[in-house]
């Protein structure tokens, strides 16, 4: 359902990511990249994956704003288990934009017929899962600019698909929060090539019956991609973690850049990516 002047809606399966207004302002191409937040699977390259019985509406642009949101069903008789609802809106105008979104999740993949698949799709186990993004990037010339925040809450924490259990040495957690804040950057050297750099900063609240942990992580990540042609490219991506502050005596105190085999064995961890991409 579309109307010009009234924008559109539609009943179907969606892939609902935070991202859809924020990623503007992050160096994640083509879903390639390996620049992350420590919970970067949650992180701008997507949420959660929601199915069956989400609406979705997307607005008109009216002088550069647009708008949106989604509501995916629990499909259960508790109405509150495992839905899911978002809602996002973004500005732009000339070189500038700017955009906010959020989400949340109550007991994401506790069903297997609810909004968010139980094989994964998830991203955390827990009762409840909260995000927030902002961001803005100006265009220049050959050149853009992005600063970035994202705010991820999971209650009752238990354990990630990406590294496992995350239950502290010191009992089970009540509350996990990670806070972003990104700068990065992109530019065109020619039509057929450009290059990209980013730097995050992440500060964790880890929650345990002892008191509060707070655990931070630095990532950075250069990327370099090069157009053969029209429907192919070839990129080479490298990604450093470091992790510091608190011990928690958890999977949070080593580094992790998603899309690794695993986690690393310390504090520290460097990604290279080298690959072709062919659009059919």
């Known amino acids: 359902m579309g109307h010009d002047m009234h924008g559109g809606g539609r009943l ?22 390996k620049w992350a937040q420590k919970e970067k699977p949650v992180k701008h390259c997507g949420l959660v994956t929601v199915g069956c019985n989400t609406v979705k509406y997307t607005s008109p642009v009216f002088a550069g704003l647009s708008f949106g949101g989604t509501y995916s069903f629990s499909n259960d008789t508790n109405f509150a288990n495992n839905r899911q609802y978002s809602v996002g809106a973004s500005y732009v105008n000339g070189g500038f934009l700017l955009a906010a979104a959020y989400l949340q999740a109550n007991n994401p993949s506790s069903t297997a017929i609810g909004a968010i698949n139980n094989g994964g799709d998830q991203n955390f186990l827990a009762s409840r899962l909260r995000v927030f993004g902002a961001g803005m990037t100006y265009t220049f010339a050959d050149a853009t600019v992005a600063l970035s925040y994202t705010n991820t809450d999971v209650a009752n924490p238990v354990s990630s698909v990406y590294v496992g259990s995350i239950t502290p040495a010191g009992g089970v957690a009540s509350n996990l929060r990670f806070q972003n804040f990104e700068v990065n950057g992109k530019y065109q050297v020619s039509p057929a090539f450009y290059v990209g750099a980013m730097y995050t900063y992440t500060r964790a609240t880890l929650s345990e019956p002892t008191g509060k942990l707070h655990p931070n992580y630095q990532t ?13 490219d070839v990129y080479l991506q490298g990604a450093y973690q470091h992790v510091g502050g608190d011990t928690t005596g958890s999977v949070l105190d080593v580094a992790y850049v998603p899309g690794a085999d695993g986690v690393s064995s310390g504090g520290n961890q460097f990604v290279v990516r080298a690959g072709i991409r062919h659009k059919f």
């Open 12 to 33: 179907s399966d969606w892939c609902v990511r935070l991202a859809s207004n924020v990623s503007p302002q992050l160096q994640d191409d083509a879903g390639r990249c």
């Open 220 to 232: 950075v990540g250069l990327m370099g991609d090069y157009n053969l042609s029209k429907r192919t």
